[in-house]
Every structure is written in C-alpha cells, then in structure tokens.
C-alpha cells in the first residue's frame, strides 16, 4: 500500500498548483485523507481534509483559496490551491485513513512523500 503525492513546484505569488495524493496497492476503501504542511522551522499543520462521505474541512488561512477534492474513482485525491501567497510554501504531505488487505482487513494511517510547493513573491 503506498500514497504517492506530486504537483508541488516554483510558482508567483497568486499563482495556482494542484497537487495529487494518489493510493495504490490492496486499497479497500479510503475513509479520509488530509493534507499537511511543513514549513522551515515550523510545526506540521493540517490544511485539508475529505472524508469518504465526501465532507471537507480547511484550515483558516486556506479557506477560499484551497480545494480538496476526489476523482470518481476515490483513489486519487486532489488539493487544488489558488491564490498562492509567499507564506504558503512548505513541504506538503498527504496522509490517508485507510483500510487495506485481503482476506484480513485492517485499517490504519499511511503517509505519502512530501512535495516541495515554493511561492515567489
């Protein structure tokens, strides 16, 4: 089982990116995935969150300017982040609720990579 982020990159100020965090592997269902961001010197913070019902949250800073979103499929899910600011740069990390298996089936949380997102201003 992996999530797989990517879409981050240099981008001006008010300038948009989307990243991806897609799940592969014995994916049964994803219950909920959230986008976290680390910046230099800096606490990890949420910013996004869907849940299987497809409910969403955002961080304040984020609200307006941030989607999250899932393909129909509900293996991939998509931050789509408009209006970018300097103080949005960060390394960016999708974390997955999933449950996962085979015959046995368990659920627990998986990380994908960071994606570097660097805003110019």
């Known amino acids: 089982v992996q999530l797989q982020a990517s879409g981050g990159g240099l981008v001006q100020a008010g300038g948009s990116l989307r990243l991806s965090c897609a799940a592969s592997?014995?994916?049964?269902?994803?219950?909920?995935v959230k986008w976290y961001r680390q910046a230099a010197q800096k606490q990890r913070e949420m910013v996004a969150r869907?849940?299987?019902?497809?409910?969403?949250w955002y961080e304040d800073s984020v609200k307006g300017r941030f989607t999250i979103s899932r393909d129909n499929a509900g293996n991939t899910v998509y931050l789509r982040m408009n209006s970018l600011k300097p103080e949005d740069t960060a390394v960016y990390l999708c974390?997955?609720?999933?449950?996962?298996?085979?015959?046995?089936?368990?659920?627990?949380?998986?990380w994908g990579q960071g994606t570097q997102v660097t805003v110019s201003s």
């Open positions: 974390n997955g609720d999933l449950t996962v298996g085979q015959a046995l089936l368990r659920r627990s949380d998986y």
């Open positions: 869907i849940f299987r019902d497809g409910s969403t």
């Open positions: 592997g014995n994916v049964i269902r994803i219950n909920a």
